[in-house]
């Protein structure tokens, strides 16, 4: 079941001074329900571009985003938020967790803007910080526990309200390698139950834990990569890529 529609999607800054900017010149893909899809590109190449978009954060020039078939463009302003809280959950590089709450009141903060009983918040922030490892960190506050402990709870945020996606952005660039795989696992997990994931990375580790690759360059989807069978180890494939691109680019020099 195809959950996620990106057709023909162009994207221009046109700054008061200077030329414009071709950010994302046309990008085509579909994601399908419980995909686990990384997103990888050198700086500039408009990944991050890519994902404000699918995130609602940022307008396309041309084209059309349509998440279970709902247009992007369809939506009234004051309508987006309610939309990214329904459909949308989101990882951060830097957590984005608020000092001032505790990690079960920073996890609460989507249910208390939907809206929710303390009843129901109470029990699913239960039930997914015991699934994350965090349960016994809980009335600790940001700055109490490891960075670890923190990404575990912006995961729990993200997708305390069942989201449609996961939208992560470099979740594991602020971690130490210990951290960043645990933290992995735990997406794979989440993603073998059904979850629907997009993360934009420049890391080989945790692109490789996902079940197809997108690479962009110039604002272009250039190639992709898909695991051919359960468990393959899609790592190889990415060092192979990335070194293609790279002696072409030497070449073309």
Do not use: W
């Amino acid at each position: 079941m195809e959950i996620l529609n990106v057709q023909n999607v162009k994207k221009v800054y046109k700054p008061r001074l200077g030329a414009k900017v071709e950010a994302l010149v046309d990008i085509n893909f579909t994601v399908k329900k419980g995909e686990y899809i990384a997103i990888m590109g050198e700086s500039g190449s408009g990944k991050t571009t890519l994902l404000n978009i699918l995130a609602s954060l940022d307008d396309v020039t041309e084209g059309e985003v349509m998440l279970e078939g709902v247009n992007y463009q369809s939506i009234k302003n004051e309508e987006l938020a309610a939309f990214r809280r329904k459909h949308l959950g989101f990882v951060f590089q830097d957590f984005n967790l608020l000092d001032q709450f505790n990690l079960k009141d920073n996890i609460f903060l989507p249910l208390v803007l939907a809206n929710k009983s303390v009843k129901e918040m109470n029990e699913k922030v239960k039930q997914i910080a015991v699934t994350l490892g965090i349960d016994h960190v809980l009335d600790k506050y940001p700055y109490e526990v490891s960075g670890g402990q923190q990404q575990r709870a912006a995961v729990a945020r993200a997708l305390i309200t069942s989201p449609s996606l996961i939208l992560a952005d470099e979740p594991t660039g602020a971690l130490d390698s210990r951290s960043a795989n645990e933290l992995l696992d735990l997406l794979g997990k989440f993603h073998q139950s059904g979850q629907t994931i997009i993360m934009v990375t420049h890391s080989v580790c945790a692109a490789s834990k996902a079940s197809r690759v997108l690479f962009i360059k110039d604002g272009k989807i250039i190639s992709e990569i898909r695991k051919s069978y359960k468990g393959e180890d899609l790592t190889q494939k990415i060092f192979d890529m990335q070194s293609s691109a790279v002696a072409k680019r030497i070449h073309n020099e």
